[in-house]
């Protein structure tokens, strides 16, 4: 096997490329059975969540529409205001449609609580939530998603479109960034 470093700024590996292809494969896998026949739309949510939104479509073996949308985040921060804002919405109606929400990472439940709230108000037929990444030591509110592909310890990690101060998007696996990086 390819001989691979571990960028400086992280702690350790959590999952490495491989391991999340496998995972995020399984999970396409899982979907495309659940969803036969219905009207599927995929809403990835920017910008922590594009590559794996982007690897889980092409696992899915259904017809689908897709759209994003961005919410707040922490900014350069590791914990979590609480506060979730719209900052850009969909670009047409969901009314009627079985919506799967994909979101980085699931940490206090806020921003996947206020964002299943928004779809369902807006009639559509089920929503659902897909996740990379399951925190439940931090979650604030009752919140199970009803996909994931991995549950975490209390840790803050990035790679794999999670960032840092928009740092590490890039980083092809996930792992935990050293708290010297922001603790300085
Ligand atoms: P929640 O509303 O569930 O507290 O937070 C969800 C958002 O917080 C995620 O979409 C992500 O942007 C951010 N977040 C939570 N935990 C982590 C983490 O360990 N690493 C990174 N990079 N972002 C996180």
């Given at each position: 096997m390819e001989e691979r470093t571990i960028h400086p700024d992280l702690e350790s590996i959590l999952y490495t490329r491989e391991e999340l292809t496998v995972a995020v494969k399984a999970l396409g896998e899982k979907i495309t059975q659940d969803y036969q026949g219905k009207d599927l739309v995929m809403v990835c949510i920017l910008k922590g969540?594009?590559?794996?939104?982007?690897?889980l479509?092409?696992?899915i073996d259904l017809p689908m529409n897709i759209d994003f949308m961005v919410v707040s985040s922490y900014g350069a921060s590791t914990k979590s205001t609480g506060e979730v804002q719209l900052v850009k919405d969909m670009s047409y109606s969901v009314s009627g449609k079985d919506v799967i929400i994909?979101?980085?990472i699931v940490d206090t439940g806020m921003t996947l609580s206020y964002l299943k709230k928004v779809f369902?108000?807006?009639?559509?037929?089920?929503?659902?939530?897909a996740t990379l990444l399951d925190k439940p030591e931090r979650r604030k509110v009752v919140l199970e998603p009803d996909y994931k592909c991995f549950t975490i310890p209390d840790a803050f990690v990035v790679g794999y479109g999670l960032?840092?101060?928009e740092q590490y998007r890039n980083l092809p696996d996930v792992g935990i960034l050293a708290p010297r990086v922001y603790e300085k």
């Amino acid at each position: 096997m390819e001989e691979r470093t571990i960028h400086p700024d992280l702690e350790s590996i959590l999952y490495t490329r491989e391991e999340l292809t496998v995972a995020v494969k399984a999970l396409g896998e899982k979907i495309t059975q659940d969803y036969q026949g219905k009207d599927l739309v995929m809403v990835c949510i920017l910008k922590g969540a594009a590559p794996f939104f982007t690897d889980l479509i092409r696992s899915i073996d259904l017809p689908m529409n897709i759209d994003f949308m961005v919410v707040s985040s922490y900014g350069a921060s590791t914990k979590s205001t609480g506060e979730v804002q719209l900052v850009k919405d969909m670009s047409y109606s969901v009314s009627g449609k079985d919506v799967i929400i994909v979101e980085d990472i699931v940490d206090t439940g806020m921003t996947l609580s206020y964002l299943k709230k928004v779809f369902q108000d807006r009639n559509t037929n089920s929503v659902r939530i897909a996740t990379l990444l399951d925190k439940p030591e931090r979650r604030k509110v009752v919140l199970e998603p009803d996909y994931k592909c991995f549950t975490i310890p209390d840790a803050f990690v990035v790679g794999y479109g999670l960032d840092y101060a928009e740092q590490y998007r890039n980083l092809p696996d996930v792992g935990i960034l050293a708290p010297r990086v922001y603790e300085k």
